[in-house]
């Protein structure tokens, strides 16, 4: 059964700082891994999706990789801004006949101006 | 091009009685899923459906059901509310095919709360 947690539960940290949040997961045998943005009582934003044969995706000042042997996948948010504030999720796609996300509890980032 | 459309937003109904939410993909997306949302446990996975056919449930009672119709909008039905069933409800939809390596793309949820 994958089981994903994320480190740290909340964050916070002032304007202008790189920070890295981490999520980690029991079975690699995973399709893709998906980070995720939530602001407060809204539904998800997709931000990056890692499929299982990479090792890491950017999307502006975002970096995520991705590492199946150890189960690990690393989101880093260079030179944060106060809009970064929100949650943000990691999920793994299982396959087959158990397909669907499994979610983290998901980090609350605090950017402080 | 439109994302994922969840209606209503909100509702609030009482113990006892049935609720249906509805979503509708992205255009062409043919796999819906369907996930609770609440502080204690988090976001939990109910269902997915495929071509009109469910493929995976989650680990909820009977009480929560779900269909989907030939034009890929899905419908999720929970019967004889709890005060625990009070959640963010939100769909997610994929790309033509349900291939593996495919974004999930979430609506904005139904915020349901039962009293």
Known sequence: KQEVTQIPAALSVPEGENLVLNCSFTDSAIYNLQWFRQDPGKGLTSLLLIQSSQREQTS??????????????TLYIAASQPG???????AGLSGGSNYKLTFG????????? | KAGVTQTPRYLIKTRGQQVTLSCSPISGHRSVSWYQQTPG???QFLFEYFSETQRNKGNFPGRFSGRQFSNSRSEMNVSTLELGDSALYLCASSHPGGAMNTEAFFGQGTRLTVV
Do not use: E, F, H, I
Not at chain 1, 105 to 113: E, I, M, Q, W
């Open chain 1, 60 to 73: 502006g000042r975002l970096n995520a990789s991705l590492d199946k042997s150890s189960g690990r996948s």
């Open chain 2, 41 to 43: 446990q988090g976001l």
């Open chain 1, 105 to 113: 509890k998901g980090t609350l980032l605090t950017v402080n101006p």
């Open chain 1, 84 to 90: 970064d504030s929100a949650t943000y999720l990691c």
